[in-house]
């Protein structure tokens, strides 16, 4: 086979049972890999009414066609389940090079049930896979737990909030990267699942090598030629975004009640560059180097944060002092804890409790170790202001919004209303058509074309979540050079319009778990906060959500339409 391995490794738990299987083609080639691979074995095996953090409650790790290939920006792989924080469908990715690692041992998909009685982790040496008993491990935070078993390959773990199940727990791998947001480590931690170890040596086979290599030069050539990704994100990462949100004015300050932070310049990626020795940190085969890491001085070794986490832990919290964001992000990312919904819960905190927090730091690890007031923010913003009675919580279905203020950026509010995931600007990057003006400006102030650009965008994200190729590839590249190096490394010939009908698909299948888990129109919508009052216009937005159900084949009520799914093959 090329490009997937036609391996799925089935692991439960319960009775230490693994079970090898050769790949469905049939679902490889319709789902593509990474995220489509992932939701659709999920989708097949597991009841939308499930208790997340039951035994009987799945997790999977899947590496797409592209992982670990020639491909620029492969080193990724996928995560799927139920989120624990949210209840919805749940996929996330991380970089570094786990997923390259994975894919070498000649996985498309690792299927996790069961729980463990005593804590576990799992050792994959490409063929040979094992459990072992991991009570020595439990109770260490991810660069301990790391350390100990990086001898024996990459390592993706979880750290001490996911043993506690803190419903925002991240996976954590290669020390830094990230499997966030939805709660996937409290998953882990429910089956006393402390880390999978990976080595291989099984490079992906390629169909056309010719053509592949082709396909991977005019990708890369379009990553070079392009200032956002080859300058911007390579000198500043993720930071260098921070500046431009405030000057644009949708840098969401103290909760999103205000805009605009007069102490940007202190926590932007130019007062880093300017204020601290960092260098450069890359991906499996990446180019871009997007991450840093601080070179010396007492935060030797700490990697920057990104701008997510500068955010969170900055304007959103009225901070400025970069000194602490920095320590709570490494404090963080050692617990396992998602910067942005932790970040998010304390400024709702600080608003339900009418003043600023000063010890960001005691209160993370309060999170992480689910003691006193920290288990209840552990539980996120939403579950928060409910407790307290208080109309504080900015997200929706349950995620808390990153850092972008939805009233300057409409189609943003469009994409995070409809997020199948919940509040998050990956399913679609509308900034970088209303801000950055990729691949074509739009204007940001209104609805008009946007239902029908945001669910383009969402399919198309959907499908390079699948390859599993980074998000960054889609700031130079075109569904037209993902569709190239899909077809050359697989031998499958993928039109662009096939390829976005994968990301279309995914994305319906997605929605239909979520409808069954009870979701439904009335949960595509903003916090109350942002209509009216010289914000969203509510009638507008309705019209807009209208318009993309139109353009999704689904029904005024958000149900995907008999004829939309037997189009698709889900029917």
């Known amino acids: 086979m090329y490009g997937w391995t036609g391996k799925t490794v089935t692991i439960d738990l319960s009775d230490d049972k693994i079970t090898k299987t050769e790949s469905d083609t049939s679902l490889l080639r319709a789902f593509i890999g990474g995220r489509g691979l992932g939701v659709k074995l999920y989708y097949d095996a597991i009841n939308p009414n499930i208790d997340q953090l039951s035994p009987e409650n799945i997790i999977i790790f899947a590496t797409?066609?592209?992982?670990?290939?020639?491909?620029?920006?492969?080193?990724?792989?996928?995560?799927?389940?139920?989120?624990?924080?949210?209840?919805?469908?749940?996929?996330?990715?991380?970089?570094?090079?786990?997923?390259?690692?994975?894919?070498?041992?000649?996985?498309?998909?690792?299927?996790?049930?069961?729980?463990?009685?005593?804590?576990?982790?799992?050792?994959?040496?490409?063929?040979?896979?094992?459990?072992?008993?991991?009570?020595?491990?439990?109770?260490?935070?991810?660069?301990?737990?790391?350390?100990?078993?990086?001898?024996?390959?990459?390592?993706?773990?979880?750290?001490?909030?996911?043993?506690?199940?803190?419903?925002?727990?991240?996976?954590?791998?290669?020390?830094?990267?990230?499997?966030?947001?939805?709660?996937?480590?409290?998953?882990?931690?429910?089956?006393?699942?402390?880390?999978?170890?990976?080595?291989?040596?099984?490079?992906?086979?390629?169909?056309?090598?010719?053509?592949?290599?082709?396909?991977?030069?005019?990708?890369?050539?379009?990553?070079?030629?392009?200032?956002?990704?080859?300058?911007?994100?390579?000198?500043?990462?993720?930071?260098?975004?921070?500046?431009?949100?405030?000057?644009?004015?949708?840098?969401?300050?103290?909760?999103?009640?205000?805009?605009?932070?007069?102490?940007?310049?202190?926590?932007?990626?130019?007062?880093?560059?300017?204020?601290?020795?960092?260098?450069?940190?890359?991906?499996?085969?990446?180019?871009?180097?997007?991450?840093?890491?601080?070179?010396?001085?007492?935060?030797?070794?700490?990697?920057?944060?990104?701008?997510?986490?500068?955010?969170?832990?900055?304007?959103?919290?009225?901070?400025?002092?970069?000194?602490?964001?920095?320590?709570?992000?490494?404090?963080?990312?050692?617990?396992?804890?998602?910067?942005?919904?932790?970040?998010?819960?304390?400024a709702a905190y600080a608003e339900i409790m009418g003043e600023d927090i000063d010890e960001l730091l005691a209160l993370v690890k309060k999170i992480g170790e689910s003691e006193g007031i920290g288990k209840e923010l552990g539980r996120g913003s939403k579950a928060l202001a409910h407790s307290r009675g208080k109309d504080a919580a900015i997200h929706v279905k349950g995620l808390e919004l990153p850092g972008y203020d939805p009233r300057g950026v409409l189609g943003m509010a469009l994409a995070y209303a409809t997020s199948n995931r919940g509040g998050c600007h990956l399913r679609a990057y509308m900034i970088a058509p209303e801000i950055l003006g990729k691949p074509k400006k739009v204007d940001p102030l209104t609805f008009s074309g946007k239902a029908e650009l945001v669910q383009v965008f969402q399919n198309g994200k959907a499908a390079l979540d699948s390859l599993v190729l980074c998000t960054f590839a889609s700031f130079a590249m075109s569904e037209r050079e993902f569709a190239d190096m899909l077809s050359a490394a697989t031998g499958v010939d993928y039109s662009v319009e096939e390829f976005l009908k994968c990301g279309e698909r995914i994305w319906n299948l997605e929605r239909l778990f979520n409808i069954g888990a009870g979701f439904t129109r009335k949960d595509d919508t903003l916090p109350e906060r942002f209509f009216g009052g010289g914000g969203i216009n509510r009638a507008e937005f309705e019209k807009a959500l209208d318009e993309y159900y139109h353009f999704r084949g689904w029904s005024d009520e958000g149900v995907p339409a008999e004829e939309k799914l037997r189009e698709l093959g889900l029917l």
């Open 64 to 346: 797409g066609p592209l992982t670990g290939t020639a491909a620029p920006m492969s080193g990724r792989h996928a995560m799927v389940s139920k989120s624990p924080l949210t209840g919805t469908m749940f996929d996330s990715s991380s970089g570094g090079f786990f997923g390259k690692e994975l894919k070498f041992a000649g996985i498309d998909a690792l299927i996790i049930k069961g729980a463990a009685e005593q804590p576990v982790y799992i050792s994959m040496q490409n063929d040979d896979i094992e459990i072992h008993p991991a009570n020595g491990l439990w109770g260490e935070n991810i660069r301990s737990c790391t350390d100990k078993l990086s001898s024996k390959g990459r390592v993706a773990c979880i750290g001490r909030a996911g043993e506690r199940l803190v419903p925002i727990a991240s996976v954590m791998n290669d020390y830094f990267h990230a499997c966030g947001r939805g709660g996937l480590g409290a998953v882990m931690g429910s089956k006393k699942l402390k880390a999978v170890v990976v080595k291989g040596d099984k490079k992906p086979a390629i169909a056309d090598e010719n053509g592949f290599k082709k396909a991977c030069r005019e990708a890369l050539h379009l990553i070079k030629a392009g200032p956002a990704a080859s300058k911007g994100l390579s000198t500043y990462g993720t930071s260098s975004a921070l500046n431009l949100m405030n000057y644009t004015k949708i840098l969401p300050v103290k909760n999103f009640r205000q805009k605009g932070f007069n102490r940007a310049d202190k926590v932007s990626g130019e007062f880093i560059k300017e204020n601290y020795d960092i260098k450069s940190h890359t991906c499996y085969n990446c180019v871009i180097a997007c991450k840093h890491i601080i070179k010396s001085g007492m935060f030797e070794g700490h990697e920057v944060p990104e701008y997510e986490t500068l955010w969170a832990y900055g304007p959103d919290s009225n901070n400025a002092d970069m000194d602490t964001i920095i320590k709570v992000n490494r404090l963080c990312n050692d617990y396992g804890i998602d910067t942005i919904s932790s970040g998010s819960t304390l």
